[in-house]
């Protein structure tokens, strides 16, 4: 939605399950985590509950970079894989003084709290070390924000576990 022209402006992007998208330092670049498809998941649906819960945890995330092209008032985008991840996003955030992404891990199944985590990765560079776990707790971390000056980022945490949970960051 443009404030200035008060229009919808959509972008056809070919998609199947985005998690959550946001904005780079321009207009012209969003950063988009979709579900990633996984090739070996059968059609029919499982009424199994250890298949249900196997498939579950299969379930993985690609980050995209998606380039806005404007031609002639409508809008187009090209897709660049950023990084295939082995879990799903919840949230995601664009770091303009790190040219970083930092983002949440999330899971369909609450049976470790390890895969609740915040996590980033450096933009400036590609290799596949860039990934860095952020959080190490027994807690869900969740509603990131970027502060103002975009050198910190705020987060709220619910711990879920009972007695002695350890919170090492």
Same mark, same amino acid.
């Given at each position: 939605?443009? =404030?200035?022209?008060?229009?919808?402006?959509?972008?056809?992007?070919?998609?199947?399950?985005?998690?959550?998208?946001?904005?780079?330092?321009?207009?012209?670049?969003l950063y988009l985590a979709a579900l990633k498809s996984n090739s070996n998941i059968e059609k029919d649906e499982w009424k199994d509950v250890i298949r249900h819960r196997q498939r579950q945890s299969d379930m993985g995330s690609i980050i995209y970079r998606i380039n806005i092209n404007r031609k002639n008032?409508?809008?187009?985008?090209?897709?660049?894989?950023?990084?295939?991840?082995?879990?799903?996003?919840?949230?995601?955030?664009?770091?303009?003084?790190?040219?970083?992404?930092?983002?949440?891990?999330?899971?369909?199944?609450?049976?470790?709290?390890?895969?609740?985590?915040?996590?980033?990765?450096?933009?400036?560079?590609?290799?596949?070390?860039?990934?860095?776990?952020?959080?190490?707790?027994?807690?869900?971390?969740?509603?990131?924000?970027?502060?103002?000056?975009?050198?910190?980022? =705020?987060?709220?945490?619910?711990?879920?576990?009972?007695?002695?949970?350890?919170?090492?960051?």
């Amino acid at each position: 939605y443009s =404030i200035l022209s008060d229009k919808l402006l959509p972008i056809q992007i070919e998609i199947d399950v985005p998690l959550t998208i946001t904005w780079s330092n321009n207009d012209s670049t969003l950063y988009l985590a979709a579900l990633k498809s996984n090739s070996n998941i059968e059609k029919d649906e499982w009424k199994d509950v250890i298949r249900h819960r196997q498939r579950q945890s299969d379930m993985g995330s690609i980050i995209y970079r998606i380039n806005i092209n404007r031609k002639n008032q409508t809008l187009s985008g090209t897709l660049n894989i950023i990084k295939n991840l082995s879990f799903p996003i919840g949230e995601l955030l664009y770091v303009l003084s790190e040219q970083k992404l930092v983002f949440t891990s999330v899971s369909n199944i609450y049976e470790t709290l390890e895969d609740f985590e915040i996590y980033s990765i450096d933009l400036q560079n590609s290799s596949a070390s860039s990934l860095s776990r952020l959080t190490n707790n027994e807690a869900l971390e969740h509603n990131l924000q970027l502060s103002t000056d975009g050198h910190c980022v =705020i987060f709220q945490v619910l711990s879920l576990s009972v007695g002695n949970g350890k919170f090492n960051d």
